[in-house]
């Protein structure tokens, strides 16, 4: 097993940071920096930049604009726009409904939207949690009745990641209420646009808008706009929540981090010297950094056996997805811990820099333990099926 | 006092009374705070023979847990506790006369000024001047992260009047009005809900009756009030964590997922106790505070307040995230109380010296079992 990239990899490293750094304007890169938040925009272009160079969809099948890399090469280019830091692409669209669509999706879907997911010419958010349904997703009750030609949908979604930006939402809607709750439920898209549908924010304790919840008052969808077969939505949700597996551990957002906090540290005056220069600090970037360099390596090790095995999910991936989060905020708290006495200033433009919204990026961190299947539930897939508890 | 404090926190610091008195300026209430002198809690820890109730350190721990049971946004840890604390120790009658009465009966909000940018770990370095000019002193310098700077009535403020910008002797304390011209405020908001305040002073200046306490003998005030307020916020903090604690509780025992509420999961009754673990050891580290501080030991109090301050800092951080995590998604909402009580964890984490700066200090004490 190779533990370290080959010279074939490094190249390609190579020539991933030679295009970004030719083609990530300040703004976009400041934009990461100080938030790590979606700027409309920035997505928007920055997927039509890597789209125009074949880079836009990397991990599709070539047919619909993948770029045949290995999994290697597709976490190598994720890290690397983590790392630089590129606006991060919309997982709704590229790692989610986009693989959905190519897996179990129609001819007509296909030709309809993949061209313009891969090119950002539609926003896509997803529709699956409701109020009482976060981790037992499966006991949802938006529901869709079908009448002539179309189906009726009412209900409620929450959480919904950045629906104000979206022209199309995914969702898990209930066909048949009658049967075991996982049997009973489609896959939907639907047009934002169509009546009967409000969107409201809800703002998250840094004080963002990235979170909305979503009504659906008889929201009239055309039948052809049901994805694969009706009651069969549960099989293509887990697909879905599998499919970001590249990406779960997002080292390149803490390998990043753990840079800048080098750096802030150098600046950050601590009992007459840099931070950076205490034996304490020092030991404690270089703890962090062990436990990233652990989870590069088991990333390289579930990679190559997934390169092997073709694609299919490992259930190893929910040890990236807990110890890659822990990690995020772990370094997104080393940051606090740096700014000391700065750290309690919300005014978002204090200081000069990114450094203004360390604070509010520890809090709205706290999410990525608690989305896309929280950490509780990632560990009893390890118990049961790893260990078979 | 205690029981009437409870009561007034109940009636009228409810979370939705707290919106609102965090969205109208000042951003606090001056009604709570009338109510507040109205049952002497703004008297507490003055002496009898200034107006005050001779308060002792485990009476303000007492008073600080139920305000931090509310997360409550009055200035009552910067007025009373801090500026209070030096007052007691320095003031003259005359000035006990012109401010602390006014402290007590509620009508002068007081913050003090000493930190500056840049200083952390180094309490002692003053680059704020003071020099004499004629009969008066000229003040210049700036001070940062000033508390409630935007509502004071009265700075007291910190100025090296003699010796290198570390030393601990040189540094004197001065009562000087926020309104002087030459003084710049810029305030902002906290993350907590509070504000704080940037100052510039240009060339300002005061007379000799302004002085609080002696010339050059400042430190040693500025170093007893920082140990109070460090056993204050280590008690306002066991508030927070306990009735975040308890909200969690609270929440595993409704909130239903899996047909069954989530306070079933073993995984998470054990994270509540574990969370119930470090509440405790956060208490008994408060107490152990307050009452240290009652002594005359310096040195005793000194590692007594860090190591509260380490202990605090630990649960809290835990307390915080963990409660934010069993909440799922509305434990990241403005909407919910939660999160509020967590990002007040996070602040309180931090104000005073995080954990790793009490570890630091407590490295290059004696050790806290060597002292007996
Ligand atoms: C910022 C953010 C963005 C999001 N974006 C989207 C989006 O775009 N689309 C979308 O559909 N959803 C989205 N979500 C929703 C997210 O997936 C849910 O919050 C998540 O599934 C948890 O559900 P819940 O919040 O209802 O918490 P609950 O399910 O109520 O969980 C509460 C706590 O109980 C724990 N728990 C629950 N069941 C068990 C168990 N069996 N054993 C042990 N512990 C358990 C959980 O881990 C959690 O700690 C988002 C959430 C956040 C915070
Ligand atoms: C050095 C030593 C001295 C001892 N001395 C005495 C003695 O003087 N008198 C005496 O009566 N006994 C004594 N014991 C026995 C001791 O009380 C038992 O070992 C203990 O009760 C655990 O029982 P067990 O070993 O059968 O483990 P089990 O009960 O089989 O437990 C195995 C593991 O499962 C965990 N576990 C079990 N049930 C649960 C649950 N419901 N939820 C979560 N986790 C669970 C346990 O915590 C443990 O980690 C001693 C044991 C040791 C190791």
Redesign the interface.
Same mark, same amino acid.
């Given at each position: 097993m190779e533990l370290q990239f080959n010279a074939d990899e490094i190249a390609f490293r190579e020539e991933v940071r030679a295009f970004i750094t030719d083609n990530l304007t300040e703004e976009m890169k400041q934009g990461m920096l100080r938030g790590g938040y979606l700027i409309r925009d920035h997505v928007i272009e920055w997927q039509r930049i890597l789209n125009k160079k074949g880079w836009g969809v990397p991990h599709w099948p070539v047919e619909w604009g993948g770029a045949g890399w290995s999994p290697i090469k597709q976490s190598i280019f994720t890290e690397e726009l983590q790392l630089a830091p590129a606006p991060r692409p919309l997982s709704f669209s590229v790692y989610m409904v986009g693989p959905v669509i190519i897996e179990f999706g129609s001819e007509v879907q296909k030709k309809r939207f993949l061209p313009r997911i891969a090119n950002s010419d539609d926003w896509w958010c997803q529709g699956f949690?409701e109020p009482?349904a976060?981790?037992?997703l499966a006991?949802l009750k938006t529901n869709a009745r079908r009448e002539e030609g179309y189906y009726i949908v009412n209900g409620q979604k929450?959480?919904t990641s950045y629906a104000q930006y979206a022209d199309w939402i995914f969702c898990l809607v209930r066909t048949d209420p009658t049967v075991k709750k996982q049997m009973g439920i489609s896959f939907l898209l639907i047009d934002m646009k169509t009546p009967g549908i409000i969107v409201r924010p809800?703002?998250?304790?840094d004080?963002g808008h990235e979170?909305n919840e979503v009504f659906f008052d008889n929201v009239k969808v055309p039948v052809e706009n049901l994805v694969g077969e009706e009651n069969k939505g549960w099989d293509y949700a887990k697909f879905l929540l599998s499919a970001e597996r590249v990406n779960l551990a997002r080292l390149g957002v803490s390998k990043e981090r753990l840079q800048r906090a080098r750096e802030l540290a150098a600046r950050?005056?601590? #009992?007459?010297r840099p931070l950076l220069e205490?034996a304490?600090?020092r030991t404690?970037i270089a703890a962090l950094e062990v436990e990233l360099k652990a989870l590069e390596i088991t990333q390289l090790r579930v990679l190559s056996a997934e390169g092997q095995s073709h694609g299919a999910p490992d259930p190893a991936s929910s040890i990236l997805k807990v110890k890659g989060s822990e990690l995020q #905020?772990a370094t997104s /708290?080393l940051l606090?811990?740096i700014?000391?006495?700065? +750290?309690?200033?919300?005014?978002e433009d +204090?200081f000069d820099d990114w450094s203004s919204m360390i604070?509010?990026n520890?809090? /709205?961190w706290?999410?990525v333990?608690?989305?896309g299947g929280?950490?509780?539930i990632q560990?009893?897939i390890i118990a049961k099926s790893i260990l078979g508890l | 006092m205690q029981d009437s404090l409870v009561r007034l926190l109940q009636r009228s610091y409810a979370f939705d009374h707290r919106r609102k008195y965090e969205a109208a300026a000042p951003g606090w209430s001056r009604e709570i705070w009338a109510q507040f002198a109205e049952i002497g809690l703004l008297a507490l820890p003055f002496t009898s023979e200034n107006g005050g109730l001779d308060g002792t350190p485990v009476d303000t721990m007492i008073v600080m847990e139920q305000l931090g049971r509310y997360i409550t946004l009055e200035p009552y840890l910067s007025t009373i506790v801090m500026a209070g604390g030096i007052l007691r120790r320095a003031a003259s009658t005359e000035q006990h006369e012109s401010i602390s009465t006014k402290v007590i009966d509620g009508s002068l909000i007081v913050s003090l000024a000493h930190a500056e940018r840049g200083t952390f770990g180094s309490p002692s370095r003053v680059g704020t001047q003071a020099v004499r000019s004629g009969d008066l002193w000229q003040i210049s310098g700036h001070k940062s992260c000033v508390l409630h700077g935007d509502s004071a009535d009265l700075l007291i403020i910190s100025a090296r009047t003699s010796g290198a910008p570390s030393d601990a002797k040189g540094i004197t304390l001065f009562a000087i009005d926020p309104r002087a011209t030459n003084i710049d405020i810029q305030s902002y908001a906290l993350h907590d809900g509070k504000s704080a305040s940037d100052i510039q002073i240009k060339e300002v200046l005061v007379p000799d009756s302004a002085l609080i306490g002696c010339v050059d003998d400042g430190f040693r005030i500025l170093q007893s009030a920082e140990y109070e307020t460090l056993a204050a916020v280590c008690a306002e903090a066991v508030g927070v964590m306990s009735e975040l604690h308890q909200m969690t509780v609270d929440y595993l025992k409704q909130r239903k997922q899996f047909g069954v509420p989530i306070g079933n999961f073993q995984a998470l009754q054990h994270r509540a106790a574990d969370m119930y673990i470090a509440l405790e050891q956060a208490r008994s580290m408060a107490m152990y505070a307050a009452m240290m501080s009652q002594t005359d030991d310096k040195i005793a109090i000194a590692q007594a307040v860090s190591s509260a301050k380490v202990q605090i800092g630990r649960s809290a951080k835990l307390i915080g995230e963990e409660a934010v995590q069993m909440f799922g998604g509305i434990g990241v909402t403005m909407e919910f109380k939660a999160g509020h009580y967590f990002k007040k964890l996070t602040l309180l984490e931090q104000f005073l010296g995080h954990a790793d700066h009490h570890l630091e200090l407590l490295t290059s004490g004696p050790g806290l079992f060597e002292l007996e």
């Open positions: 949690s009482d976060g981790s037992d006991s929450t959480w809800i703002q998250t304790i004080g979170v950050t005056p601590y #009992q007459g205490h304490g600090f404690k #905020q /708290n606090v811990q700014l000391g006495p700065d +750290a309690l200033r919300r005014q +204090a604070t509010a520890y809090f /709205n706290r999410k333990s608690i989305f929280s950490n509780e560990k009893t | -």
